[in-house]
């Protein structure tokens, strides 16, 4: 699966993520920080589903209708927890992310707003 980690992610993810066979890009690795708009934009112009920590990107999604090719948003996760509970939710909820749902994750819950908001 394609992937785009947000800059607050935790950058060890990337590692836990490409080792289980992953195509992952951090936006840490780049020279500067786009901005939340241009993140999305990216990520849905290539193909990838956005995992942040973030919850502005819904509101770009939802409110101003910016497309992208889902969203996985972590929350109240450790660093370590990260990887473990992206996993998990890519395992369980790949083709709701595909769709463009929101999936929104912690330890032991996870929401889904599919992609047409019901």
Same mark, same amino acid.
């Given at each position: 699966?394609?992937?785009?980690?947000?800059?607050?992610? @935790?950058?060890?993810?990337?590692?836990?993520?490409?080792?289980?066979?992953?195509?992952?890009? @951090?936006?840490?690795? @780049?020279?500067?920080?786009?901005?939340?708009?241009?993140?999305?934009?990216?990520?849905?112009?290539?193909?990838?589903?956005? !995992?942040?920590?973030?919850?502005?990107?819904?509101?770009?999604?939802?409110?101003?209708?910016?497309?992208?090719?889902?969203?996985?948003?972590? !929350?109240?996760?450790?660093?370590?927890?990260?990887?473990?509970?992206?996993?998990?939710?890519?395992?369980?909820?790949?083709?709701?992310?595909?769709?463009?749902?929101? !999936?929104?994750?912690?330890?032991?819950?996870?929401?889904?707003?599919?992609?047409?908001?019901?």
């Amino acid at each position: 699966m394609k992937l785009l980690l947000d800059t607050c992610v @935790w950058g060890g993810v990337q590692t836990e993520l490409v080792n289980a066979g992953h195509d992952v890009v @951090w936006v840490g690795d @780049w020279s500067k920080d786009p901005g939340d708009e241009e993140i999305l934009t990216t990520a849905y112009r290539e193909g990838r589903i956005l !995992v942040t920590l973030d919850k502005d990107f819904g509101e770009l999604a939802i409110v101003r209708r910016i497309p992208h090719y889902g969203i996985l948003r972590l !929350v109240n996760l450790s660093s370590r927890q990260q990887a473990a509970v992206c996993l998990r939710v890519l395992t369980l909820y790949s083709d709701e992310l595909i769709s463009g749902a929101i !999936v929104t994750a912690e330890l032991g819950r996870v929401r889904i707003r599919p992609p047409n908001g019901t």
